[in-house]
């Protein structure tokens, strides 16, 4: 089993930064794919940015140029740095990896954008 534990959510005001980690533990070996998901009340869940082990990444629409993902495979940590948040950006957001054809998923990390 991989367990995935996220920090970093809060309450901030439009234009403002987070940052969200994520750290993997458990059995490791073998995680692909890192990223992140979010939801927000009443919708479903969508994805937000992935990266690979070599580095390449993918972004919603949404985020790009906004958000960035990355990921320190040592110490099997994602990040998520958000900028430019705006308030439709409020969402619980959910860690995700990816290993041997299986989805784990964190707890989730309430963000809320508003003045």
């Known amino acids: 089993q991989v367990q995935l534990v996220e920090s970093g959510g809060g309450l901030v005001q439009p234009g403002g930064s987070l940052r969200l980690s994520c750290v993997a533990s458990?059995?490791?070996?073998?995680?692909?794919?890192m990223g992140w998901y979010r939801q927000a009340p009443g919708k479903e869940r969508e994805l937000v940015a992935f990266i690979i082990p070599g580095g390449n990444t993918n972004y919603a629409d949404s985020v790009k140029g906004r958000f960035t993902v990355s990921r320190d495979n040592a110490k099997y940590t994602v990040y998520l740095q958000m900028n430019s948040l705006k308030p439709e950006d409020t969402a619980v957001y959910y860690c995700?990896?990816?290993?041997?054809?299986?989805?784990?998923w964190g707890q989730g990390t309430q963000v809320t954008v508003s003045s």
């Open positions: 995700n990896a990816k290993r041997l054809g299986s989805n784990y």
């Open positions: 458990g059995i490791i070996f073998s995680i692909n794919t």
